[in-house]
């Protein structure tokens, strides 16, 4: 007889093959949104494979991040993002905290969709809506990054496809939301963990991601920890040709708590700088989050008040950002 003991929380991150994803059978499909629709309600966290993003487009976006990051000081500047109204361009090394504490190590380039001066958010002046900032010392890395923009945007409809049917919604659910969304880029660099950082200094402050989903595309070199639902930190080790996908809060808040946007940190013990690019699909700013009809019951009423995305992203920015917050954009 096998003594029965309960079922732990995942110790290291799930792999989903999402091969199946792309398939004409409704069937295969449900068998990926089942597999996903497990993690969700756990971790929250899973590698991707198999995702149809070619390896050489991942690898030429890491290729400008070093040489973005390597340029000199006045390069990066010239696209600070104090420059930008929508947020987008440089951070610089102790801009944000996204935990309440010491600020993070990390340095940072973000971009999302340009969208003319004309555009209705860009007249508005809706936070996080605007024209992105490009070196000019750096040509190709516009067209290479957009390219990137473009493949990372497909793939997060398509993950959201498959989680509106793993939450027992049509297929397309997702797609009003993701009109004229709110879809960051970020290229960050942690430098070396150094010895005289302040207590709980880290590359990047333990939090959750704010919007829908996070894909991102890290190097070999580590320093991603993930809790687990029992509260476990978890090293999220780099396999290398994934992506590592999480839920973020709107999509814990939409699904009324039943899915998990879990916490998660950086910290760059390596000699070696780490780089990694996080994509955040937030949705329309203007799109309503109120408890999806399958995820609410008189057993399990609504737990959240409905909130439109954009007012939800701003509050977060202004926690972490502080005095920056108006700038900011992202995770
Ligand atoms: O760099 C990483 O691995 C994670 C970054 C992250 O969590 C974020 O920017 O939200
Ligand atoms: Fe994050």
Redesign the pocket.
């Known amino acids: 007889m096998i003594p029965y003991t309960p079922p732990k929380t995942v110790q290291r991150l799930p792999v989903i093959d999402f091969a199946d994803a792309f398939s004409s059978d409704l069937g295969k499909r449900e068998a990926v949104a089942w597999e996903i629709h497990k993690i969700a309600r756990d971790v929250g966290f899973f590698y991707l494979v198999n995702h149809g993003v070619p390896s050489a487009l991942v690898d030429g976006q890491f290729d400008w991040a070093r040489r973005f990051f390597a340029a000199p000081d006045a390069v990066k500047r010239a696209v600070d993002m104090s420059l930008s109204p929508a947020g987008f361009g440089y951070e610089r090394i102790g801009t944000q905290a996204?935990d309440d504490g010491p600020t993070d190590l990390k340095e940072g380039f973000q971009f999302g969709t340009d969208l003319p001066p004309d555009h209705p958010y860009v007249r508005q002046g809706v936070l996080r809506y605007g024209h992105n900032l490009w070196p000019q010392e750096l040509p190709g890395m516009r067209a290479h990054a957009q390219q990137y923009h473009a493949a990372m945007s497909v793939l997060s409809q398509r993950l959201l496809s498959i989680i509106a049917l793993s939450l027992q919604l049509p297929e397309d659910f997702f797609d009003f939301a993701l009109g004229t969304p709110i879809a960051t880029q970020?290229m960050?660099h942690y430098p070396p963990q150094p010895a005289d950082a302040q207590h709980n200094q880290i590359g990047?402050g333990a939090?959750t991601?704010w919007g829908l989903v996070?894909i991102?595309a890290?190097d070999d070199i580590g320093g991603?920890e993930v809790r687990n639902a029992d509260g476990e930190w978890v090293r999220a080790t780099p396999i290398h040709g994934s992506f590592v996908v999480n839920i973020g809060d709107l999509l814990q808040r939409w699904s009324n708590d039943i899915y998990h946007s879990n916490a998660?940190r950086?910290r760059n013990d390596n000699p070696a700088p780490r780089y990694?690019l996080?994509f955040f699909m937030d949705g329309d700013h203007a799109v309503t989050v109120s408890c999806l009809p399958s995820c609410c019951s008189d057993a399990h009423p609504a737990r959240y008040a409905p909130c439109t995305i954009g007012d939800y992203l701003t509050q977060k920015v202004q926690e972490t950002f502080g005095a920056a917050s108006v700038l900011a954009v992202?995770?």
Request: cysteine-free; proline content about 12%; glycine content about 0%.
């Open positions: 996204l970020r960050l990047a939090h991601d996070t991102l890290q991603l998660h950086v990694s996080p992202a995770p």
